[in-house]
Nanobody
Framework: QVQLVESGGGLVQPGGSLKLSCAASGRTFSNYAMGWFRQAPGKEREFVAAISWDGISTNYANSVKGRFTISRDNAKNTVYLQMNSLKAEDTAVYYC?????????????????WGRGTQVTVSS
């Protein structure tokens, strides 16, 4: 089991940027893929981005492609989500998740450990 703690959320104006961080502990971080998901009020949780164990492969939801960048630092047991050109529709609670496989995946079933989430609000 791995413990995940997200940080970096907040209130930002449309067009602004935020960088989320997720610190992991309790398992060999570098062996597994990591991902970010989000859930807006009244909506189901949805995939945002994922990264392979070595950081080489990434995958993004179409809605964030070209605006968000996922990265990881295995020496620091941390995964990041850089969010640029934020829109009101990006408002949601963002969750970090740890996969049980090393290759990049967007399937919710491949992620077994979840953080508590961090709120991102995009509003003027």
């Amino acid at each position: 089991q791995v413990q995940l703690v997200e940080s970096g959320g907040g209130l930002v104006q449309p067009g602004g940027s935020l960088k989320l961080s997720c610190a992991a502990s309790g398992r060999t971080f570098s062996n597994y893929a990591m991902g970010w998901f989000r859930q807006a009020p009244g909506k189901e949780r949805e995939f945002v981005a994922a990264i392979s164990w070595d950081g080489i492969s990434t995958n993004y939801a179409n809605s964030v492609k070209g605006r968000f960048t996922i990265s990881r630092d295995n020496a620091k047991n941390t995964v990041y989500l850089q969010m640029n050109s934020l829109k009101a529709e990006d408002t949601a609670v963002y969750y970090c998740a740890a996969a049980i496989i090393p290759i990049v995946t967007r399937r919710t079933a491949d992620f077994r450990s979840w953080g508590r989430g961090t709120q991102v609000t995009v509003s003027s």
